[in-house]
């Protein structure tokens, strides 16, 4: 599809994502994370020349290749994969906008670590596997409040600024529902948490409903290219 084509088609996703929110209330702002993980760095520059610029990869050898492809360009880079210890130097060098996917109060330990040597800071989301499902990363619903008041506590270096879950993996609505539901709860219990991170290109609508605040949106912002 040619330039103007692909923003009609943007447009209407961000109009999906517009009258999501204002179903919860007219103050209640999206933020759209474009997921870069399956594009190119052409397919990241073409939806930046139609007004993106929050870009999120999840893995960090394509964060820094791709950051670096682009670095002329005015990208904030979001981190949202699971991260393994010997690449937390990596992504702190990349010095990410946010880390979506702390998922440990042992990885905590580790940034902190790494932090410290560097005299760095990370803002990161502590991921919730609200969904139970063996597959997914993320600390228990049951377990979630206590561990990110102690991240906040021991880990002077990461600014906790939210959640993020992925939503359950069902063609049952209302179970997908039901793990939105349980990591909003959580995040509006926690003091100063400005950022409920929930919704992919599946279930966004939903995941906005249920209090989202940041969306991250892979297949559905790139699935039609400029040819
Ligand atoms: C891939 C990915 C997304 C985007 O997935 P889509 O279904 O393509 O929108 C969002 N969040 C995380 C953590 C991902 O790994």
Redesign the pocket.
């Known amino acids: 599809m040619t330039e103007t084509e692909y923003k009609i088609y943007i447009d209407d996703v961000i109009r999906r994502v517009e009258s999501a929110r204002l179903k919860v209330n007219a103050h209640h702002i999206v933020k759209i994370v474009a997921?870069s993980?399956?594009s190119t760095s052409d397919e990241i520059k073409n939806l930046y020349n139609i007004g993106q610029r929050a870009f999120?990869e999840?893995k960090v050898q394509d964060l820094k290749t791709k950051s670096s492809e682009l670095e002329e360009l005015p990208l904030e880079w979001h981190f949202?994969?699971n991260l393994q210890k010997n690449k937390i130097n990596n992504l702190l060098d990349l010095n990410p906008t946010l880390f979506?996917?702390l998922d440990s109060l042992e990885l905590a330990k580790e940034i902190q670590k790494k932090c410290e040597a560097k005299n760095t800071t990370l803002d990161a989301l502590l991921q919730i596997n609200s969904a139970y499902e063996d597959t997914k990363h993320g600390v228990s619903p049951e377990d979630a409040k206590e561990i990110y008041n102690t991240i906040k506590k021991e880990c002077p270096a990461i600014n906790l600024k939210g959640v993020m879950c992925?939503g359950a993996k069902s063609e049952d609505k209302e179970l997908v529902r039901k793990s939105f539901e349980i990591t909003h709860n959580i995040y509006k219990e926690l003091e100063d948490a400005t950022i409920c991170s929930m919704g992919?290109?599946?279930d966004f609508e939903l995941a906005i409903e249920c209090g989202s605040n940041m969306v991250?949106?892979?297949?559905?912002m790139f699935n039609f290219q400029l040819s």
């Open positions: 997921i993980k399956y999120g999840n949202v994969g979506h996917s992925i992919m290109s599946s991250r949106l892979g297949s559905i």
